[in-house]
């Protein structure tokens, strides 16, 4: 008979303000078996047991004694994703909230936001993923955000936070999307710190398809147009160089 246990039983329950009877009726048991547990007179079963750590939030190794460190460091924490956001309500409070997302312990984040749209493909971030931020008012350049138009109800999306020129710009990460100087209307609420990403499905490989399809049709349009004209690459390259030079000097 593990000697401890009986010990560490008593110790926890004191620790939390209970008497034997109180714990007795949060297990459903006697009063008399929480005595006897305590003195080792007799051992709890496995469903009991179960509920001491649930009860005391500490680890099975600290309850037998093999361990002095009372509670196991999570590996693991849950977050909040977030959807609408409401103005007026604190930033994580649950009538914002979609869903939950569980992520590693030490990512140091505190809510996640799920991608909508194309805006941030180009880097690899693509719709149904979802992003974990940490909550931040104030990021540095080059930081994936999330960010908004403040109003009575908004929602946040994913931009690179630039600063040039004395102007601070939310970027897209997709030529089809505009860049947006950030006003005193917009809300910059965190920075992205993990992306967890979404299978690749079917549907997206042939939209890949598609897409080098019209790119690969638009090369072999300005090719044939260039040969129209007696224009060879080494021709097409200098050009190319010369435009450069010309657009620089601009």
């Known amino acids: 008979m593990n000697k401890v246990l009986g010990k560490r039983i008593k110790e926890l329950r004191e ?39 649930k009860i005391f939030d500490c680890s099975f190794d600290y309850l037998f004694g093999n361990s002095d460190i009372k509670k196991t460091k999570k590996t693991t924490v849950v ?8 103005a007026g309500l604190p930033l994580l409070a ?13 990512l140091k984040a505190d809510f996640a936001l799920r991608v909508v749209g194309a805006s941030m493909s180009w880097v690899g971030v693509y719709e149904g993923d979802i992003a974990i931020l940490c909550q931040d008012s ?21 931009k690179f936070y630039v600063e040039e020129n004395g ?37 997206d490989y042939k939209k890949m398809l598609v897409s080098k399809e019209v790119s690969d049709a638009s090369w072999a349009e300005a090719i044939e147009i260039a040969a129209g004209y007696g224009l060879d690459g080494d021709k097409i390259k200098k050009m190319i160089e010369l435009y450069a030079s010309m657009f620089k000097q601009l």
Request: hydrophobic letters at 40%; proline letters at 6%.
């Open 94 to 106: 649950e009538d914002n909230w979609i869903g939950e997302v569980e992520v590693p312990a030490d």
């Open 167 to 203: 102007k601070r710009l939310l970027l897209a990460a997709n030529p089809a999307y505009r860049d947006i100087e950030i006003t005193d209307r917009h809300r910059i609420i965190g920075h992205v710190v993990s992306i967890l990403k979404e299978p690749p499905s079917l549907q």
């Open 138 to 158: 104030y990021p540095s350049h080059g930081m994936i955000v999330a960010a908004g138009v403040e109003d009575v109800i908004w929602e946040a999306t994913l």
């Open 15 to 53: 620790l939390k303000g209970l008497t034997q009877e109180q714990l007795a009726k949060l297990v459903n048991l006697s009063q008399q078996t929480i005595g006897h547990y305590e003195v080792n007179r007799a051992n709890p079963d496995l469903e009991t047991l179960e509920k001491f750590v």
């Open 79 to 86: 977050i909040p994703i977030l959807g609408t956001i409401r």
